[in-house]
C-alpha cells in the first residue's frame, strides 16, 4: 500500500481543556471515597468544569518546513507541543505526525543523576525510539558534540547545569529526527555551544527536517521559520508570513501595554483626587498586579527588555500645600492621553494646580526617573530662568519637543515648592510611561548621530 | 459496543507496545537492579543475603519461640514461601509509585507509560530469580527435590500475569488518588498473614479456610509449597484456577490504566 505523506505534522481541528483544579471548591476534587462510592461516575463522567487550553487547532506543516510559534505566556504553545508530542491526548480532533519526533522540551529529561553521563545516554537513546546498536555508533559522536570527553564516565549529578544540557541537546540531535521540535532551548551552554546548536539546527533543516519552533524571541522566529503561527487564549489569532504576523503581534503587545499603562495611572489619578483634602503629608501606594506582571514578562522577552518593565515604584506625596496640584496628565501632540512613546516623539505634561494661600515664592519643576530608579532629566522654572505668575487656579504646559530616550519604563515626578527647596506639592512616581525604540540601542538617551569614515 | 472495542484495541496495544519496546525495558530492569546497590559495600549479594536474614528472624521466633511444632523442617517451608511473597509485596509497593515516583519521564519524555510499572515488575522478579538458588540449595540437602521443580517457571509466569494486572491497578489509580500507596502498604501487611505462608494451609481451623480461599495470594503460594516443598502434582483444577485468576486481574489492570492513561501527564 502506497501512501502519499504530504505534511510530516497534521492537526485537525485539535482542542483541548483541563479539568480545573478548584482548591476552593471540595467537591470538584475526586476523592477515593466517591471513587467508591461511583467508580463509573468517577472513572467515565467528564462533565466536571474545564479550563480550555487550546481550541479549534488546524495546522498542516509539510515535510522540511520550518514553523514558528508564538503568542503570549498561557496562549497554548506548550499544550499543543504536547499534544503533537503525544504527551498528552486532544478532546476532540485528529492529529497525525509522520516521522521520529525529537522534542527538544525538557532538555535530558529523564536522566539519571546518579549514572554516568555515557549510562544516561545509552537509556536516553532508548526512549527516543533508537536501537542499542545505532547508540553505540553515535555514542562518540554524541560525546564529542557535547565536548564531555573527559567527564562521560561521572555520574551525571557531578555536572555542571551546562554540561547537562549539553548532553541532553547533542542526544536528542543525534536521534536522527524527521521532526525537531524546540521550545526556548536554543540557549544552552555559553556563546560557543549555542552557535554549535544553531549550526546543528540550520543543518538539520538544511537536511530536510521538519522544525517546529515555539518562542518568545522574535527574531529567532525570523530567521527561521517560513511560516509563524501566533496563538492567544488558545486559538490561532494569525498566520502566515513570518514578518507580517510577528508585526501584528508586536503591535498588539503594545497596545495591551499602552492600555495597562493607562490603567495604572488611572488608579494613581484616583488616589490623588480621593486625597485632596487629606492633610497626611505623605501617601505610599503600592501596585499590586499579578496580570501586569505576567503580560510584561511576554512584552519584555518580545522586545528584548530585561526584568519587569514597570516596576513597583511607589507613588508619594508631600508637602505643605499652600499650592496644590491637583492633577498631571501625559499628551503626546495631538492632545491625547499617552503612556506609551516612541523616541523622537513629543511629550506635553500638563499640571493641574489651585492655590489655596497666597504665596510669592514658588516654582514647578518636573523629573523623569527611569523604574530602577536612575535619573534620567530634572528641571524647574527656576533652573529654566522662567518667571511664572499665576493666579488662583490655572493650569502649567511643559513641552518636551524630540523626547530622546532609550526603551525602557519611566516615572514622572511633578512639584511645586520654593526656591530654598521648601515643597508646597511634591508627587513623586505620579506617572509611568514607557518608552519604544526601534533599534535595540543600549543606555537612556538617544543623541541623533551620524557615522562618517574619513582619512587621517 | 464502541467503548468496549477500544479498550480491547487499547489492551492490545498496551502489550504490543512492551514487546516493540524490550530493549528500552531491558535497560530499565537494568537500571534498577544497578541503582539498588549502587553504593552498598556488598553490593549485589544483598540479594541474596535478604532472605537469608529473615528468614533467621522468622525461624527463631515463629520455630523456636512461638514453637510452630508441625512442620517439619520449617526454614525451607518459610522459604518456599516467603520469596514469592517478597517479589509480590517488593512489586506492589514500589509499583504504586511507579508513575507518580517518575513524572518527569511521563510529562516530558515519549515512551509508553506501562514500562515503568512493568520494569518495577520485572526488577523485583529479576530478584526472585537471583534468590531462588538458596531455596534450591536448602532443598537439595534437606528433602530434596522432584520433578515437578520443571513446573516452577510456569508457576512464575502465571504470578507475574497476576501480579502485573495488580500493579498496573495501582500504579494508576494512584495517580489520581495519592492514597493507594498508603493502603497498598496496609493491605499487603494483612495478606502476609492472612496467607499461608508462615503457617501451612492445613492447620488452619476448617471454619476459617474460607477467609483463605477468597484471597487470590492462597493458590499461588500454595502452589508454591506443593512443587517444592512437598514434591506433590498440582491439581489441574488449580492450574485452571491460577490461569483465570491472573488473566481476570491482568484485564482488569490493563482495562483501567488505560482508561486512565490520559490523565496521567495532566495530574502529574
Known sequence: ?456 | MNILKRSFVDSWEHLAKLWRFRSLLIALVGRHLKSRYRGSILGFIWTLLNPLLQITIYTIVFRYYMRFGEIPNYTVFLLCGLLPWQWSVAALAEGASAIVGNSHFVTKALFPAQLLPASVLLTNLTNFLLSLPILLLFLFFTIGASWQILFLPVLIFLQLLFLYGLVLLTASLNVSFRDTQHLVGHMTMFLFFLTPIIYSAQTVPERFRGLLKINPFTIFISSYHALLYDSAVVPLSSWAAMSALSLLFLLIGLLVFERLREGFAESL
Open chain 1, 1 to 456: 500500500m502506497v501512501k502519499k505523506v504530504h505534511y510530516t505534522i497534521e492537526l485537525i481541528e485539535i482542542s483541548k481543556s483541563f479539568k480545573r483544579l478548584n482548591f476552593a471548591n471540595k467537591r470538584s476534587y475526586t476523592t477515593l471515597k466517591s471513587f467508591f462510592l461511583n467508580p463509573w461516575k468517577t472513572l467515565f463522567d467528564d462533565r466536571s468544569v474545564k479550563r480550555v487550553a487550546v481550541q479549534n487547532i488546524t495546522m498542516r506543516v509539510p515535510r522540511g518546513a520550518s514553523v514558528g510559534v508564538i503568542g503570549r505566556n498561557g496562549s497554548g504553545k506548550s499544550t499543543l507541543l504536547k499534544l503533537i508530542t503525544g504527551i498528552y491526548r486532544p478532546d476532540s480532533g485528529r492529529i497525525n505526525v509522520h516521522g521520529r519526533v525529537a522534542a527538544l522540551i525538557e532538555l535530558g529529561a529523564g536522566f539519571h543523576p546518579d549514572f554516568t553521563g555515557r549510562e544516561n545516554v545509552i537509556l536516553g537513546g532508548l526512549m527516543h525510539g533508537l536501537s542499542r546498536l545505532q547508540i553505540e555508533e553515535r555514542l562518540e559522536e554524541i560525546i564529542a558534540f557535547a565536548e564531555l570527553e573527559e567527564a562521560i564516565d561521572e555520574p551525571i549529578r557531578c555536572y555542571s547545569s551546562g554540561m547537562f544540557m549539553r548532553l541532553g541537546f547533542s542526544l536528542a540531535v543525534h536521534t536522527d529526527p524527521d521532526i525537531l521540535i524546540i521550545d526556548e532551548v536554543l540557549s544552552v551552554g555559553d556563546e560557543a555551544f549555542v552557535r554549535k546548536c544553531k549550526e546543528r539546527v540550520a543543518a538539520l533543516k538544511a537536511a530536510g527536517k521538519t522544525l517546529l519552533l515555539v518562542t518568545h524571541d522574535l527574531e529567532a522566529a525570523l530567521r527561521w521559520c517560513d511560516e509563524v503561527i501566533w496563538l492567544d487564549h488558545g486559538e490561532i489569532k494569525d498566520r502566515g508570513d513570518p514578518r507580517r504576523v510577528i508585526d501584528a503581534y508586536r503591535g498588539f503587545l503594545e497596545k495591551g501595554e499602552e492600555q495597562q499603562l493607562s490603567e495604572k495611572n488611572r488608579q494613581t489619578d484616583h488616589y490623588n483626587t480621593n486625597l485632596l483634602d487629606d492633610q497626611e503629608k505623605s501617601v505610599a501606594f503600592v501596585e499590586q498586579n499579578e496580570l501586569s506582571d505576567s503580560f510584561n514578562s511576554d512584552f519584555a522577552n518580545a522586545f528584548g527588555v530585561s526584568g519587569g518593565a514597570i516596576s513597583l515604584a511607589e507613588f508619594k506625596r508631600w508637602g505643605s500645600r499652600e499650592l496644590e496640584i491637583r492633577a498631571v496628565e501625559l499628551l503626546d501632540q495631538a492632545g491625547q492621553q499617552r503612556a506609551l512613546f516612541h523616541g523622537g516623539d513629543v511629550m506635553i505634561i500638563k499640571i493641574i494646580y489651585k492655590q489655596n494661600e497666597i504665596v510669592d515664592d514658588y516654582h514647578f519643576g518636573i523629573a523623569i526617573r527611569r523604574n530602577d530608579g536612575l535619573m534620567v532629566f530634572g528641571t524647574n522654572t527656576l533652573i529654566e530662568g522662567q518667571t511664572i505668575i499665576i493666579k488662583n487656579d490655572g493650569v502649567i504646559t511643559i513641552e518636551l519637543k524630540d523626547f530622546s530616550l532609550l526603551e525602557g519604563s519611566y516615572l514622572l515626578d511633578v512639584a511645586v515648592h520654593r526656591s530654598d527647596g521648601y515643597p508646597y506639592d511634591y508627587h513623586s512616581a505620579v506617572l509611568h510611561f514607557a518608552v519604544r525604540s526601534e533599534k535595540p540601542r543600549i543606555g537612556v538617551c538617544a543623541p541623533i548621530l551620524t557615522w562618517e569614515v574619513g582619512q587621517l
